[in-house]
């Protein structure tokens, strides 16, 4: 069993930066892949960017250029770097670590607004 602890969520202006960082209860966080979701109200939860193993990384059409992920295998923690932020982006995001089996965090809120 893994356990995700996220934290960086909060109220930004549009324009604005936030990181948000997951912390895995992990020894072997360095194979698993690892990745942010978001769900919005009334919608589904999407893949926002993900990171493998080897730190290849893939992002969302609708985030790229804006938001960077990246993962720090000494601290058991990823990143999201997000920049530039929109109203479009305010959800709940969740921190997914995957190998043979799946793992969520409780995820945390972005709210984007002036």
């Known amino acids: 069993q893994v356990q995700l602890v996220e934290s960086g969520g909060g109220l930004v202006q549009p324009g604005g930066s936030l990181r948000l960082s997951c912390a895995a209860s992990?020894?072997?966080?360095?194979?698993?892949?690892m990745g942010w979701y978001r769900q919005a109200p009334g919608k589904q939860r999407e893949l926002v960017a993900a990171?493998?193993?080897?730190?290849?990384?893939n992002y969302a059409d609708s985030v790229k250029g804006r938001f960077t992920i990246s993962r720090d295998n000494a601290k058991n923690t990823v990143y999201l770097q997000m920049n530039s932020l929109k109203p479009e982006d305010t959800a709940v995001y969740y921190c997914n670590a995957r190998w043979v089996n799946g793992y969520w965090g409780q995820g945390t809120q972005v709210t984007v607004s002036s």
């Open positions: 992990t020894s072997r966080f360095s194979i698993y892949q």
């Open positions: 990171i493998s193993s080897a730190s290849t990384t």
